[in-house]
């Protein structure tokens, strides 16, 4: 499944719809960002994450959808599941990235 990217807009709205919900939030400027972005979307192209929802963010300028991940240091990492936020950390490792969407199932 593609990374969709959200904003305040529609963060809700996503989570709402979608029972299982990783999220990356990022910032341009964020070099580590940029070098864990193609393992995000490797993952998230999988046939077995079909039914999990992978979301990008830009924390800088989505400040509600950064709030409700309790974002404090980029990248960040975060899962939710039914809407309601399981785990997040500031992270770039495809392991934990694996760890969060089990805390989705």
């Known amino acids: 499944m593609a990374v969709t990217i959200a904003t305040d807009q529609d963060f809700d709205q996503l989570l709402k719809n979608n029972n299982r919900v ?55 990492l975060a899962s939710f599941k039914n809407g309601m936020l399981v785990e997040g950390s500031a992270a770039s490792k495809e392991e934990y990235l694996r760890k969060l969407i089990d805390l989705t199932n």
């Not at 079909?50 to 990008?56: K, M």
Request: with cysteine.
């Open 22 to 76: 990783v999220v990356k939030y990022f910032a341009d400027w964020c070099g580590a960002c940029k070098m864990f972005s193609p393992k995000y979307k490797r993952v998230s192209n999988e046939d077995e994450m079909v039914n999990v929802l992978f979301l990008e963010v830009n924390a800088e300028h989505n400040e509600l959808a950064r709030k409700a991940g309790g974002v404090d240091n980029l990248p960040f």
